[in-house]
Each structure stands twice: as C-alpha cells, then as structure tokens.
C-alpha cells in the first residue's frame, strides 16, 4: 500500500485530527485499515488500482469532515465535564434529563411521548394568552438563569445546541441568513465565563459572530443583526399607568391653566399651537425617552425603521424584535423605580 | 451535515435514530472491527444502508466512549485491527432498544392501519 494518494490522505486526516499524539496514531491506524481491506475487496472484485484507490477514497469522504467529526467528539467528551449548570430547579434537571434521552431516539418510554411531541406544538401554542400553564417557566425565566460556560474553541453549533438543551429552550438557527453573510455555523467559540446570566451569555458569543438571538413566541431565532433589524413588527403597550401616575408635587399645578406654549415636543407639527394637555406632554416625554434611550438611531427621524406613536395611553411601536425588547426593558424599568406594578397584559404582541 | 454520510433507501431522519442500534445489533455476536461492521449492516439491510466511514467511526469511538462497547488491538488476522464487541451495557442497551423499536414499529403500523395509509410500492 503506497499509493501518494493514499498517503496523503492520511497525512492529511491526521493534520487535522486535533488529538492528542496516541488518539491521532490509534484512529489513524484503525481507519488505514479500513481503507486497506476496501481496497483489497476492490481490487479482488477486478477494479483497475487507480480506480480503486479513488473509489475507496471517495468513499470515505473528505478528510476535514471526517476529522471534524472525531475532534467534535472528543470536544464533546471534554464539554461533559467542563459545562455545568449553576443553579437548577428540578424543572431544569428534568429537562437536561429530557434532553439527553431524547438524543436516543424512539427512547426508553416507548411510543408514548414521542405522540405527546408530535401533538404539543400545534395543540398547546394557540391558547397561550389564557396563561393555562402557570408551571411552564416563560422564556423570560429561562434567559436569567445563570449557568457555568466553559467552551474551548468550541463550533458554534454545538455551542447552540448545549445551551438549548441546558436551558431547555428551543432554538432556530437561520443558517441561510448566516451562509448569505458569510457567518459559519461551525465558527469555534472560545468562552469562560462563572455563572453568567443565559441571555448576557448568548449577546457576548453572538455578538462576536455579529449575530444575535430574538425572541419568538416561546423560541429563540439566532439570525444576523442585519437580518433582525430589517424585520420590523407592530407592538402596542399599555403605559396609561406610567401617564397617569401622580406627577411631582411641584409639577401639578402645571396640569390647570397650561399656556399655549410648547415647551418639549420638537418636532411636533402642531401648527396653530393648540395647546398641549398634560397628558400629551407626558405622553411626548415617554417617546422620546424611549427614542433617546433605546436604539436612538434606529428611529425613522434618526433615518432608521422604527416609529412611535401614541394613543390615549397606548403607545404603538413599528420595530425590530430585538429594539421591541429594549422598549420592554426601559418601561419595566421605568416602572420598577417608579413602583408601578407590571401590567398584566402590557404588550400587545 | 452533507448528504452523503449515510446513504441508502431510507429517508436521513428515519436512519439517524437508529444507526447505534443497527451497529450495536451487528455486535451482538462476536467481535468485529469497522471494515466487517460496515459490511455486515449493508448485507443484513440487504444493501439499503451503507454506512460510510465517516459516520461508522465516530459513531463507534462515541459508543465506545460510552462503554456499550470496548475495544481492543491485536493482528490475529495478520493485520493490526482494532476489534470491538459488546459490554454487559452494551447488551442491555441492545435489548431495551430492540424492545423498543418493536413497540414502536408496532405502533406505526397501528396507526397507519387506522388511517388506512397504503404504503406506495
């Protein structure tokens, strides 16, 4: 057996076996063999040498993929040991639990669940508003929880695929988008971080990628930021009680005999200068924070996609999911320091 | 991830779950090494699955890793191979997950009855 090609190919599998010394000798001479006895069966079987070793070659597929196979393998056995969850529910066990048994498939509980599965998604997701399900940690629940990340060079994919079963979070990778952008799947993640929070996790080893991950319905989509932000979506939040709570004690005499002045809205195209009520003010005053606050040039009179508009309380907003998230954040901030309760049905998705 | 790592005349998704079992069945008698594994899953499918090497050795270090088989080198064919069969695990394993295809089998058959689902050929 001397055959260049042959040889090289060898040569070239055990380059890219990223093992230690014994592990690349041992799969290097277990796979030599292969190669030898296919040949040998080959040319019994009449085929001319040349096109036997090219057979056998192709057969085998190319070395890279081969050996990215075996150097994920060994990766994996290594993640077992350095990954843990840092602080779990029983909740999160069980679907650790559930995750790796679901990786043996057709698994130990027989037909039953696999039917269970099958049927969920279409079943269980339409009624949802009715909050039927108080036991299901929302998404929001599941994104703060704090886990121990230890990756090595590690592709991103499998990055992806631990924190999904970790968390128990189902995630869909717009690979297209990625492809288009030229964002390999298998980019190697380097991350050690000590209880760190899912979501601060998932915007640092995205964000590297110029990725990020968005919220929808009880998934994530990892796509490209240019990808998230092109795709806006209409979102109404109820703020009547950040505008109609009570103002400072030296603002309220404001409220009666307003001049006809416009003290705060730039912008505002209120030609006749009608005067402004005090709800309008504060209402004004809640966008621009907003405008200010979040994403400022990502609003159309920044030149951006976003707008905001209100209405007797409700304030609609035209944006990507991912500033939808930050307008979120603002007003439950706002609210937390103004000890305001989180409505119940704030957005209206 | 590419097309061709597991071919032959079932749909990717139908096979992926059960190509541990298949090798794991292989094993069932006495000890083998990847050439004659490889070999013996496509005459026992009658030839509707192949596993190529790509898939076949991972798949064997991962079971390995997982000690439902283990493995050892010696040249008792006159070349250096390395042989696998199975652990007591391994055996267990085998038998749960052919009890288990079974009761799955079984059920898919069940439903495709009820809905009077003909098979195509």
Redesign the interface.
Known sequence: MNSDDFESYLALLASLLRLDKSQQR??G???R??L???LEDLLASGVPRDEAIRRALA???DAA??AA??VS?SRN?KRRWLMRLASFSVAAMLLVAFGLITF?????S??GP?IVTAQAPPGATPPKPAAEAPHESPLAEKLNQRIDAEFVETPLTDVIDFLSQTAGIQMYVNRKRMEDEGVAIDSPITESLKRVRLATLLDLTLGELGLVYVEKDDFLVITTAADADATTEVRVYDCRDLLTMPGLPGEKKLEAPLPGTLPIVEGGMTGPAAPLSEHDRRAERLMNILKTAVDPNHWVDAGGVGTISEYNGLIVVSHSARTHAKVEKVLDMLRQAAGLEKPKAGVVK | MEEKSVTGKFGRDLLRGSLDLMVLSVLAGERKYGYLIQKEVRAASGGRVELPAGTLYPLLHRLEDERLIKASWDDATGRERKWYELTAAGRKRLAAQAQEWADYAQCIRQLLGAARVEPAT
């Open positions: 041992e799969i001479s277990e796979l063999t292969h030898e006895d296919r057969e085998f597929g993929g081969l196979e075996f393998l056995r043996w498939p057709g698994s130990n027989g037909p696999a």
